[in-house]
C-alpha cells in the first residue's frame, strides 16, 4: 500500500480508503438498497482492509440513519484493532432527526452530531470530521467556529468538507488563516475518468492551498465497474439500475470504456481496477474511497494500487476522457501565452 500526507498536514494515510456506506441493512429510502452488509460481512471486509494496509475508514452519520457509524466501530471491537492505528473519518450535514435545527452546519447541530457519532463510534475523537454538504443558509464562519472549538476540545483532529463549490472552499480557507481557526485540511468530491469536471477550478486550487482530495464514487456509481456496456445498461444486481447517481454523460462514458477494455486486458485485470488506477497516477488525489459489498469486489479495488499504467496508456485515457473547452479556461492559454515564453526571464526573490 502507498501512502500520502493528508493534504498540509503531517497525517499519513493509505491512498485507498474503505467507504462504510453500503454497512448495515436498514434504514429507509436509498439507504435500505445501499445499506445491505452486516456485522458479520462488516467484520470480513474491515479485516481484508487492514490486512492489506488500508487502515483508513470513511462514514457519515446520516450513512443507514446511523447505523454505519455502530457497524464500523463494533467491527474494530470486534478484531481487536487499537484506535491508534486507524483513521476514522466521518460526516456531519444531513437531516439526523424531525426538527427544524435536526440538519445543517450551524454550530448547534455540528455540536449535537458530533457527540452522537462518537457514541455510535465508540470513540473518544474522530481523526476527519467533515462537513458532508454546502449549507446555504448558515455563516460559512460559524461552522469554521464550532469546527475550531472540536480541534481545540481534542473531539476532532483535523476537518473537511464535501461537495463544496471551490469559491466557498477557497474563502474558507483563507479565513481560517486570517482568523487562526482550524482550516479544511481536505475535500471529498466526486471524480472519475468519466467525470473530471473538478479539474476546471478544484485542481489549480488544490495545488495552491495544498488541500487533499479524497474522491468519492470513482467508478461513476458503477458504471466502470465492467458490468455495464452499450449494450447492457441496466444489469441485474446493480445499484446503479435502480439509483442513477451520480449524473454522468452514459455515451462519453461508453467510448472511454472502449478504451478502457483493451487496457485491462493487457494488465490482466478488470476495467474496475485500470478506473482506480488512472486516479491514483493523478497527482492531487490523496487518496480513492472504495466501496464493496463482497471480499472478492474489494480484493479487485485493493489490487489497483499494483497497477502501473505506461505513458502511452495513459495518454490514450487523457484523450478519451478530456472535458470540452469552457470559458474561461480555453482563453487562458491563449492570451498567457506569451507569459509562459520560456524566453520570458521569471521573477526571481532578488528581482520581485
Given at each position: 500500500?502507498?501512502?500520502?500526507?493528508?493534504?498540509?498536514?503531517?497525517?499519513?494515510?493509505?491512498?485507498?480508503?474503505?467507504?462504510?456506506?453500503?454497512?448495515?441493512?436498514?434504514?429507509?429510502?436509498?439507504?435500505?438498497?445501499?445499506?445491505?452488509?452486516?456485522?458479520?460481512?462488516?467484520?470480513?471486509?474491515?479485516?481484508?482492509?487492514?490486512?492489506?494496509?488500508?487502515?483508513?475508514?470513511?462514514?457519515a452519520d446520516v450513512y443507514s440513519e446511523g447505523e454505519s457509524e455502530k457497524t464500523l466501530g463494533q467491527s474494530l471491537k470486534h478484531l481487536g484493532i487499537a484506535r491508534k492505528d486507524v483513521v476514522i473519518a466521518t460526516k456531519v450535514f444531513g437531516r439526523t432527526g424531525p426538527g427544524r435545527n435536526d440538519i445543517g452546519a450551524s454550530r448547534g447541530h455540528i455540536m449535537d452530531a458530533v457527540e452522537a457519532s462518537l457514541k455510535r463510534l465508540g470513540t473518544d475523537h474522530i481523526d476527519l470530521y467533515q462537513i458532508h454538504g454546502n449549507d446555504a443558509v448558515t455563516p460559512v464562519e460559524e461552522t469554521l467556529r464550532a469546527l475550531d472549538t472540536l480541534v481545540q476540545q481534542g473531539k476532532v483532529r483535523y476537518i473537511g468538507a464535501s461537495n463544496?463549490?471551490?469559491?466557498?472552499?477557497?474563502?474558507?480557507?483563507?479565513?481560517?488563516?486570517?482568523?487562526?481557526?482550524?482550516?479544511?485540511?481536505?475535500?471529498?468530491?466526486?471524480?472519475?475518468?468519466?467525470?473530471?469536471?473538478?479539474?476546471?477550478?478544484?485542481?489549480?486550487?488544490?495545488?495552491?492551498?495544498?488541500?487533499?482530495?479524497?474522491?468519492?464514487?470513482?467508478?461513476?456509481?458503477?458504471?466502470?465497474?465492467?458490468?455495464?456496456?452499450?449494450?447492457?445498461?441496466?444489469?441485474e444486481g446493480s445499484r446503479r439500475s435502480e439509483f442513477d447517481f451520480p449524473i454522468v454523460d452514459k455515451e462519453r462514458t461508453w467510448r472511454i470504456l472502449d478504451v478502457v477494455r483493451p487496457i485491462a486486458e493487457a494488465h490482466g485485470c478488470s476495467p474496475a481496477r485500470i478506473a482506480l488506477a488512472w486516479l491514483l497516477h493523478q497527482p492531487v488525489v490523496t487518496s480513492v474511497i472504495i466501496g464493496a459489498k463482497r471480499t472478492d469486489q474489494l480484493q479487485d479495488n485493493l489490487a489497483a494500487v499494483d497497477v502501473k499504467l505506461s505513458s502511452e496508456q495513459l495518454k490514450q485515457l487523457r484523450e478519451v476522457s478530456q472535458l470540452p473547452p469552457e470559458y474561461p479556461g480555453w482563453m487562458l492559454p491563449f492570451q498567457g501565452a506569451s507569459r509562459l515564453d520560456p524566453g520570458v526571464p521569471r521573477p526571481t526573490s532578488e528581482t520581485k
Open positions: 500500500m502507498h501512502y500520502k500526507t493528508l493534504g498540509d498536514t503531517g497525517l499519513l494515510v493509505p491512498t485507498l480508503c474503505f467507504g462504510c456506506m453500503t454497512f448495515h441493512g436498514g434504514g429507509s429510502g436509498i439507504w435500505s438498497k445501499i445499506g445491505q452488509v452486516d456485522q458479520a460481512g462488516a467484520d470480513a471486509l474491515v479485516k481484508e482492509c487492514i490486512d492489506a494496509g488500508v487502515n483508513f475508514f470513511d462514514t463544496w463549490e471551490a469559491w466557498k472552499l477557497s474563502r474558507a480557507i483563507t479565513l481560517s488563516e486570517l482568523k487562526g481557526y482550524a482550516r479544511f485540511d481536505t475535500l471529498q468530491a466526486y471524480y472519475s475518468i468519466a467525470g473530471r469536471d473538478l479539474e476546471r477550478e478544484f485542481v489549480p486550487m488544490f495545488e495552491h492551498t495544498r488541500t487533499g482530495l479524497l474522491v468519492w464514487s470513482p467508478l461513476a456509481g458503477g458504471l466502470l465497474s465492467g458490468k455495464f456496456s452499450r449494450e447492457n445498461q441496466k444489469p
